[in-house]
């Protein structure tokens, strides 16, 4: 037996964290809940979704029809951009302070039945474009310090449409476990005079184990 056989401890070195690992439990008999698979196809538009070209959401909004991509402010943005400055501070134990940021939604396509691995090269490229356009855009707003691109994809991820899209939130501070991993980044540098990331990529190419596609 070996260290991975019985329950133990791997430093997550992008944030300095001790998980605990408890591999020997994925024997043990499974009666869990078990979501089923969706096995009705999507049609190309739906009239009740909310991202489909010509429909209403629900800000009252009516979506254009766009050919390709789409971008909006988020209808319920968790961050807004235009709040008063507030800072409060009761006894050093209740403190808060307000925070600015920006919140958009990106369509990646009109039709309402694909995905990204579904999409052809053109199509994912104009999606990539857009990333990399309002990643600039709101990245030069003077008050914007972390701009972070992201999509979920099923109920259970939380989202809560099946649209192909993906959202942005930008931050007026960098979050905490963005900053952590940059510090401990930097301070692996110091340390050792490369890249950590890179060192990652080199061992898990030389070691093959969890490869699931070169290109």
Same mark, same amino acid.
């Given at each position: 037996?070996?260290?991975?056989?019985? @329950?133990?401890?791997?430093?997550?070195?992008?944030?300095?964290?001790? &998980?605990? &690992?408890?591999?020997?439990?994925?024997?043990? @008999?499974?009666?869990?809940?078990?979501?089923?698979?969706?096995?009705?196809?999507?049609?190309?538009?739906? @009239?009740?979704?909310?991202?489909?070209?010509?429909?209403?959401?629900?800000?009252?909004?009516?979506?254009?029809?766009?050919?390709?991509?789409?971008?909006?402010?988020?209808?319920?943005?968790?961050?807004?951009?235009? !709040?008063?400055?507030?800072?409060?501070?009761?006894?050093? *134990?209740?403190?808060?302070?307000?925070?600015?940021?920006?919140?958009?939604?990106?369509?990646?396509? @009109?039709?309402?039945?694909?995905?990204?691995?579904?999409?052809?090269?053109?199509? !994912?490229?104009?999606?990539?474009?857009?990333?990399?356009?309002?990643?600039?855009? !709101?990245?030069?707003?003077?008050? !914007?310090?972390?701009?972070?691109?992201?999509?979920?994809?099923?109920?259970?991820?939380?989202?809560?449409?099946?649209?192909?899209?993906?959202?942005?939130?930008?931050?007026?501070?960098?979050?905490?476990?963005?900053?952590?991993?940059?510090?401990?980044?930097?301070?692996?540098?110091?340390?050792?005079?490369?890249? *950590?990331?890179?060192?990652?990529?080199?061992?898990?190419?030389?070691?093959?184990?969890?490869?699931?596609?070169?290109?």
């Amino acid at each position: 037996m070996g260290l991975t056989d019985y @329950p133990h401890r791997r430093l997550n070195i992008l944030t300095g964290d001790w &998980v605990l &690992v408890s591999s020997h439990r994925t024997e043990r @008999p499974w009666q869990g809940k078990v979501e089923r698979q969706e096995t009705t196809p999507p049609p190309a538009y739906d @009239p009740h979704c909310y991202l489909c070209p010509g429909n209403k959401r629900a800000s009252g909004e009516v979506n254009p029809q766009y050919d390709h991509t789409l971008v909006f402010t988020n209808d319920f943005s968790a961050l807004l951009p235009e !709040i008063p400055e507030e800072v409060r501070n009761t006894d050093s *134990l209740l403190v808060a302070e307000s925070e600015r940021g920006v919140c958009r939604v990106l369509c990646y396509s @009109p039709r309402h039945d694909l995905t990204l691995p579904l999409m052809t090269h053109a199509e !994912i490229e104009r999606v990539v474009a857009l990333w990399i356009e309002q990643y600039r855009e !709101i990245g030069s707003l003077p008050y !914007i310090r972390n701009v972070q691109i992201f999509e979920n994809r099923g109920p259970l991820m939380g989202c809560s449409n099946a649209h192909p899209h993906g959202q942005i939130w930008a931050d007026e501070t960098i979050p905490v476990t963005v900053a952590r991993e940059g510090a401990r980044q930097e301070e692996h540098y110091a340390a050792k005079k490369q890249c *950590l990331l890179c060192r990652y990529l080199e061992r898990e190419e030389t070691e093959g184990e969890r490869i699931v596609l070169r290109n």
